[in-house]
């Protein structure tokens, strides 16, 4: 399963940083990719990184904002949004895979963006 | 940018319907790459349909995928309420990036 950590209030121009926690599964033998949803909105893609090769891929909408990490000693990924604003406010999502066969799920971790 | 997708489909149980993803020779038509997810209010995505036609372990066989073109579709068969949800298409692209559809909501009437 994939657990990710708990729901962030950030006001505009900070940074929140996103955590998923594997276990069941092998790690470094999946990649992960960050999925996001606004309010009311539909699924957005924001980039995937490979867990064995230690290689990103981002949106060009979110390159020069994001950092997506994986640290295989505890199976746990990353995903930092820097120069927060309004509109990121979203419900965030992991997903093992980087095909775009994305078979596992973290629960989603809620992020406000609000002054 | 976005696949395209309906944005809403009903159906009565028992019917089947026919959701349809409209993409380019850059995305959905130029790779067997097109998943497909359901999602209730408040969960997290589930992936139905990989590979364009490849169900996913435990999907009912109600479930189908296929691929025409540009355009994928997910047709389920023998409706039933809980299949009422959103759904989206998702689909590699030439970019090595991933794009998600609209989002398709389906009403089970």
């Known amino acids: 399963q994939l657990v990710q950590s708990g729901a962030e209030v950030k006001k505009p121009g900070a940074s929140v940083k996103v955590s998923c926690k594997a276990s069941?599964?092998?790690?470094?033998?999946?990649?992960i990719t960050w999925v996001r949803q606004a309010p009311g909105q539909g699924l957005e893609w924001m980039g995937r990184?490979?867990?064995?090769?230690?290689?990103?891929i981002y949106a060009q909408k979110f390159q020069g904002r994001v950092t997506m990490a994986a640290e295989t000693s505890t199976k746990t990924a990353y995903m930092e949004l820097r120069s927060l604003r309004s509109e990121d406010t979203a419900v965030y999502y992991c997903?093992?895979?980087?095909?775009?066969?994305?078979?596992?799920w973290g629960q989603g971790t809620r992020v406000t963006v609000s002054s | 940018s976005a696949l395209t997708q309906p944005a809403s489909v009903s159906g009565s149980p028992g019917q089947s319907i026919t959701i349809s993803c409209i993409g380019t020779?850059?995305?959905?038509?130029?790779?067997?790459?097109v998943s497909w997810y359901q999602q209730y209010p408040d969960k997290a995505p589930k992936l139905m349909i990989y590979?364009?036609?490849n169900r996913s372990s435990g999907v009912s066989n109600r479930f189908s995928g296929s691929k025409s073109g540009n355009t994928a579709s997910l047709t389920i068969s023998g409706l039933q309420a809980d299949d009422e949800a959103d759904y989206y298409c998702?689909?590699?692209?030439?970019?090595?990036?991933?794009?998600f559809g609209g989002g398709t909501k389906l009403a089970v009437l």
């Open positions: 590979e364009d036609t």
């Open positions: 020779s850059s995305d959905v038509g130029g790779y067997n790459s």
């Open positions: 998702c689909s590699y692209t030439s970019n090595t990036t991933h794009v």
């Open positions: 990184i490979s867990v064995y090769f230690y290689n990103t």
């Open positions: 069941g599964y092998t790690f470094d033998s999946y990649g």
């Open positions: 997903a093992r895979g980087t095909t775009g066969t994305f078979d596992l």
